[in-house]
């Protein structure tokens, strides 16, 4: 979800407005997935990177990924399953708490769900799984994948917007066979219809993992 501070920028805005409307912007874009259908939407809420940034605005990111995992009778009406990938050491122990409840409180629901990555790095989570892996005796692909932060499924598209053309560490081990797409449009401005226009493409693409098909 990338180009929130770059949106506040080009309106004389505070970098931390382009990260409020870039919340609205998650908001539509899970209704519009339930509305669609989909079963797992990854968002990609605070890099392992972003503590590089100030530290006002590091703490802003924090207060509005609190802000909307307290709410949960939204999760409740509409079925919202919210899971969360990445270390939780660093982070604030108010959120760490939130994620903790949210996690338990949602467990059940299946309309959707909604994996938010904070303090999250795909080098980071492969490590991690790696190292869960030799614990048990054995390391491979598939040991390797059981470990990961959460059990999902690997995601079919994954959707950078903003204009940079590269992964920045996200989901670098599930990545392997997803549909790529590079967007031009700042996160804030990301449409309902670019986003149709985008699952409207990947519906038409043949996918043959390796294979050869007729």
């Known amino acids: 979800m990338d180009g929130n501070g770059r949106w506040a920028k080009a309106r004389g805005l505070p970098r931390v ?24 939407l990854s968002l990609y809420v605070f890099s392992t990177e972003n503590w ?24 409740c009406s509409k079925g919202v399953r919210v899971v969360v990938s990445g270390e939780r050491e660093g982070l604030p122990q108010k959120l760490a708490r939130k994620i903790e ?4 409180k949602t467990a059940d629901f299946d309309a959707i769900c909604v994996n938010l990555c904070i ?18 005796g054995a390391v491979s692909e598939q040991s390797i994948a059981a470990n990961l932060y959460n059990n999902l499924p690997f995601p079919d598209v994954i959707v ?8 920045s560490n996200f989901m670098l081990f599930q990545a392997a066979y997803a549909e790529l797409y590079f967007s031009d449009t ?6 309902c219809e670019e986003y149709q226009k985008i699952l409207e ?14």
């Not at 999250?120 to 790696?130: D, F, L, P, S, V």
């Open 119 to 136: 303090n999250y790095g795909g080098r980071r989570e492969i490590a991690h799984a790696a190292q869960r892996a030799a614990q048990s």
């Open 186 to 191: 700042l996160w804030p401005d990301f449409s």
């Open 201 to 214: 493409d990947y519906c038409g693409r043949s996918r043959n993992f390796g294979a050869i098909t007729e």
């Open 101 to 104: 409840e949210m996690q338990l």
């Open 52 to 75: 590089k940034r100030p530290q006002a605005e590091v703490a802003a990111l924090f207060s509005l990924a609190g802000k909307y995992l307290d709410d949960f009778a939204d999760f």
């Open 17 to 40: 407005k382009g990260h409020e409307e870039g919340l609205r912007t998650a908001r539509k874009v899970i209704d519009y997935s339930l509305a669609r259908g989909i079963k797992y």
């Open 160 to 167: 950078r917007t903003g204009g940079q053309k590269r992964l």
